[in-house]
């Protein structure tokens, strides 16, 4: 895979087109399932899938940037109702990056494009070869891990510092355990997560 900057996906017309008649003509395409979404109407397939195929385009073109032109790339839903994008084959591993932080950036593109092209924010996860998933299974574990810790010694417990998308899944982890709370704490990057014992 060639090296790229994601700086460079967002502007390049690949991925953006410039065509001002056509974005209009978007708008007009989506005001009614805005309208739905916003209201609190469930979606219909028909409508959750014209907003797959907007973001697997944006995705395939980045992929495109790329090199990764035979990529496949899954849809499903989430637990919490986002749509989750799944991306496997190719070299894709420069797409993860370290410690994951490549993937949220391209994630993050891939929400903003999205966002524009809707006019309304509908929650999608990127995930590369199931990276996020395995991750996400890590993060639950230490989440229990650090709850039990919490009732065992009756005091608080600080989660090192991470990402927006990780805080959420501890919380959403803890959400049903009765016997610990948890909120977060500090500023980006180095907000963390605090779980509390409550005295039942």
Do not use: C, W
């Not at 007009?28 to 195929?53: K, N, P, Q």
């Not at 590369?128 to 039990?148: D, G, H, L, P, V």
């Amino acid at each position: 895979m060639e090296e790229g900057t994601l700086g460079d996906v967002v502007e390049s017309d690949v991925v953006v087109s410039g065509d001002t008649d056509a974005q209009d003509t978007a708008n007009d395409e989506f005001a009614s399932i805005r309208e739905h979404y916003e209201a609190g109407v469930a979606l219909t397939d028909d409508e959750t899938d014209r907003i797959a195929d907007v973001a697997v385009e944006y995705l395939r073109g980045i992929l495109n940037l790329f090199g990764e032109t035979h990529s496949s790339i899954d849809e499903y839903d989430g637990e919490e109702g986002e749509l989750i994008l799944d991306v496997n084959g190719g070299d894709l591993a420069v797409l993860i990056g370290r410690h994951g932080r490549t993937l949220e950036a391209l994630q993050t593109v891939i929400t903003t494009l999205l966002s524009s092209k809707l006019k309304f924010y509908y929650p999608i996860v990127v995930d590369i070869e199931s990276y996020r998933s395995r991750a996400k299974k890590k993060i639950e574990q230490m989440a229990r891990n650090a709850a039990s810790r919490a009732k065992s010694h009756g005091s608080s417990v600080k989660l090192a510092p991470m990402n927006a998308y990780d805080r959420r899944l501890v919380h959403l982890a803890l959400r049903e355990d009765p016997e610990v709370s948890t909120h977060s704490e500090g500023e980006d990057p180095d907000r963390y997560v605090v779980i509390t014992p409550v005295k039942l």
